[in-house]
């Protein structure tokens, strides 16, 4: 089946440790996104990149790193530096980065910081 | 500035009957292209109804259908038959002009009450 698979579904993290939620699309899209979503809040885009071997940042990208070597893979590392880290994750992926296309999610992870 | 507007944090309705979501937008592209995703208790985002603003026709899928009024800047969602599994957060997302990311709403959370 063709879809955005995210793992993992929860992570813990502890204070001063960096960890890395991953992502993976099989849909062929050259467009990928990570959002941060607090409770009851909206989504919060952190980074996203267009093409293979570029990024940009998106509204709160402190704290955060990603990169992308391949199409399919879009990884995300929380760094120690992202002071407020417990969040939901989700991962996006669309065919290329205009308007019309639309954009379609992974399942999320959990992050949580003990 | 894009900006999107969804001035109702919470709503609710008794099953199968109809119930409407508010979502107001600006921007001052010509081109551009609205969503509305659902976010059930899983957290999964789910692509609902999409709506193109060249087109006048109203964009409909199944019980979902939308009142696009272009002049007002107002895309609402209406939710007929409404059903249990209706209940989710529900949010509006804007996309226009050569604008990369997409601007999302705070959401309405709708309960569907038996």
């Known amino acids: 089946d063709g879809g955005i698979t995210q793992s993992p579904k929860y992570l813990f993290r502890k204070e001063g440790q960096n960890v890395t939620l991953s992502c993976e699309q099989n849909l062929n899209h050259d467009a990928m996104y990570w959002y941060r979503q607090d409770p009851g809040q909206g989504l919060r885009l952190i980074y996203y990149s267009q093409i293979v071997n570029d990024f940009q940042k998106g509204d709160i990208a402190e704290g955060y790193s990603v990169s992308r070597e391949k199409k399919e893979s879009f990884p995300l590392t929380v760094t120690s530096a992202q002071k407020n880290p417990t969040a939901f994750y989700l991962c996006?992926?669309?065919?290329?980065?205009?308007?019309?296309?639309?954009?379609?999610f992974g399942e999320g992870s959990w992050l949580t910081v003990v | 500035a894009q900006t999107v507007t969804q001035s109702q944090p919470e709503m609710s309705v008794q099953e199968a009957e109809t119930v409407t979501l508010s979502c107001t937008y600006d921007t001052s592209e010509n081109n551009y292209y609205l969503f509305w995703y659902k976010q059930p208790p899983s957290r999964q985002m789910i692509l609902v109804i999409r709506q193109e603003a060249y087109k006048q026709q109203n964009a409909t899928e199944n019980r979902f259908s939308v009142n696009f009024q272009k002049a007002a800047k107002s895309f609402s969602l209406k939710i007929s038959d409404s059903q249990l599994g209706d209940t989710a957060m529900y949010f509006c997302a804007l996309n226009a002009g050569n604008n990369r990311k997409l601007i999302w709403g705070l959401g309405t959370s709708l309960a569907v009450n038996p």
């Open positions: 996006a992926s669309r065919q290329a980065a205009f308007s019309g296309n639309t954009i379609y």
